[in-house]
Nanobody, 124 residues
Framework: QVQLVESGGGLVQAGGSLRLSCAAS????????MGWFRQAPGKNREFVAG????????SYADSVKGRFTISRDNAKNTVYLQMSSLKPEDTAVYSC?????????????????WGQGTQVTVSS
């Protein structure tokens, strides 16, 4: 079992930055591929970024490439999402998720564990 708790969301002006954190419980965190997803009101959940268990492989949605960076610290059981140059269209609830996969996956289905999410609101 893995429990995930996100933090770091909030209200920011367009062009600003935020760093989200996702703290995981359990001693097997380093075995999981981790992903960040987001869901805006009235829209489907979408993949934002993912990172392999070792941190050696990452993947990003085209809409955030060059602006967001995912990283992880296995010693601290934490995965991060650094968000810069934020846009109003980035407004959503951001959730982290864990998957027992070797490769980074960009769809929700393979992810076994999910956090409750943290709200990010970007004002124009």
């Amino acid at each position: 079992q893995v429990q995930l708790v996100e933090s770091g969301g909030g209200l920011v002006q367009a062009g600003g930055s935020l760093r989200l954190s996702c703290a995981a419980s359990g001693r097997t965190f380093s075995r999981y591929t981790m992903g960040w997803f987001r869901q805006a009101p009235g829209k489907n959940r979408e993949f934002v970024a993912g990172i392999s268990w070792s941190g050696g492989s990452t993947s990003y949605a085209d809409s955030v490439k060059g602006r967001f960076t995912i990283s992880r610290d296995n010693a601290k059981n934490t995965v991060y999402l650094q968000m810069s140059s934020l846009k109003p269209e980035d407004t959503a609830v951001y959730s982290c998720a864990a998957a027992r996969t070797f490769l980074v996956v960009t769809t929700p289905t393979p992810y076994d564990y999910w956090g409750q999410g943290t709200q990010v609101t970007v004002s124009s």
